[in-house]
Structure formats: structure tokens, C-alpha cells
């Protein structure tokens, strides 16, 4: 165990080592596809559980998708990244990388979702319908769809509202191709809000994580 944990700190140094500089910026930035194949020898390492993972969901989409390693994770979810934004553009719809293998999109309340609801709106389904698409194509993928609510009413009733939110979004993303087992629902009330104060409308939204699936 020492060993493995020896040759794991070691990749992780090597991860932070691995840049390079953007032609067109000249900004110094990570070598996702270089850190990718480091990130696999960390895995190979039998470092995985440091990251922690959900077994039951491993298993239930184990045998429907297959599993990305090494450098080809980077590459995955840069894909995944860049078609995202550009399909994506001027819907409102924010599109952030997290890190090497998480992209965050956030649905903003004033799209989304009424005061007091859980049914999208309905000039925001299309948008929706399209962000369904883009993430059947990359079905190497888990994509975790979480609730949001403001803190106006009962703490009870505003986290049964954001489950109820996060599940009328997967729904529609199932609805356009994204298979149920690499879906999972959260909601968490009024705990998180983004702004105050937390009665306001931009803490009513929905955030859905996409990360590679990597089997652990």
C-alpha cells in the first residue's frame, strides 16, 4: 500500500508538471491528453479508491458503456468540452470545465424554471431537447443532474422541489437519448445558494455535472 501510494503522489507532481502554452493566448495551460495517460497510471497504481466512487453505479452502466483510462480521457471530455460550447452558444446555458474530467453546465433560473415550480419552461425544452443530443454522442460519460430551490417557504418543501426539478431535467435528457443508467439525481433544497440574498431568483436552477466514466 505504501508503494502504491509512493507511485501515486509521484503522478500526481507530474500531473501539476504537465503544461503547455496556448498558440493563440499564450497562456500557460494543463496538457489535458498528457495529464490524461499520468491520471491512468495512478489508477493503475490502485489509487482509484482515494477518489471514492459510487460501486452500484459502476456497476449498472459497466456493461452498457465503456470505461475511458489513460490519455484518452482527456481527449474525451476536451471533445466533449468544445462541442458543448459550441452548440451550446448563446442559449444562456453556462458551460465550465471543472477539471480534467468534469464539465459543469448550469441552467440559470430565469430559463429554466417559474417561482414555485418544477415543469420546465417551455421555450427553454428545446434547448434542453439539444443538451439531451450532444450527450447521447458521448456516452462514455455520467452525467449527474442536480436541484436547486431559493429559500422562500418551508426548508422541507424547497427540498422536495429541487428533486423534483433535478428529475424533471434528467427525464427530459432521457427522453432524448441519454441512457437512465448513467443518470443520478440530487436535490438540495435551499442549502447552496450562489447569491444573496438566497430568496432570489438565481438560486432556482439546476446544475448538471458530466464526468468521464472511468469504472470507479
Known amino acids: 500500500m505504501i508503494r502504491k501510494t509512493a507511485i501515486a503522489l509521484a503522478a500526481m507532481m ?3 508538471g504537465c503544461t503547455t502554452v496556448d498558440p493563440v493566448t499564450g ?4 496538457n489535458r491528453t498528457a495529464n490524461g495517460a499520468i491520471i491512468g497510471a495512478i489508477v493503475g497504481a490502485g489509487a482509484g479508491t482515494l477518489a471514492g466512487g459510487d460501486d452500484r453505479r459502476n456497476a449498472a452502466i459497466g456493461g452498457v458503456i465503456g470505461a475511458l483510462a489513460g490519455g484518452a480521457i482527456g481527449n474525451y471530455m476536451d471533445r466533449t468540452y468544445q462541442n458543448l460550447r459550441e452548440r451550446l452558444a448563446g442559449t444562456g446555458v453556462g458551460v465550465e470545465r471543472i477539471n480534467q474530467e468534469k464539465i459543469l453546465l448550469i441552467f440559470p433560473a430565469d430559463l429554466t424554471f417559474d417561482l414555485n415550480r418544477d415543469s420546465v419552461k417551455s421555450q427553454f425544452l428545446p434547448v434542453l431537447n439539444n443538451t439531451g443530443s450532444i450527450l447521447r454522442e458521448y456516452e462514455q460519460t455520467t452525467v449527474d443532474v442536480y436541484g436547486f430551490a431559493d429559500c422562500t417557504g418551508a426548508d422541507a418543501y424547497n427540498q422536495d422541489l429541487s428533486e423534483r426539478r433535478a428529475n424533471n431535467v434528467a427525464s427530459v435528457l432521457a427522453s432524448n437519448g441519454v441512457i437512465r443508467q448513467r443518470i443520478i439525481t440530487q436535490g438540495f433544497g435551499e442549502t447552496r445558494p450562489v447569491t444573496q440574498p438566497c430568496s432570489a431568483a438565481a ?5 448538471v455535472t458530466i464526468s468521464a466514466f472511468t469504472g470507479r
Not at 497562456?27 to 494543463?30: G, M, S, V
Request: aromatic share 0%.
Open 14 to 16: 507530474a500531473v501539476v
Open 27 to 30: 497562456e500557460r495551460e494543463a
Open 203 to 207: 438560486n432556482r436552477r439546476v446544475e
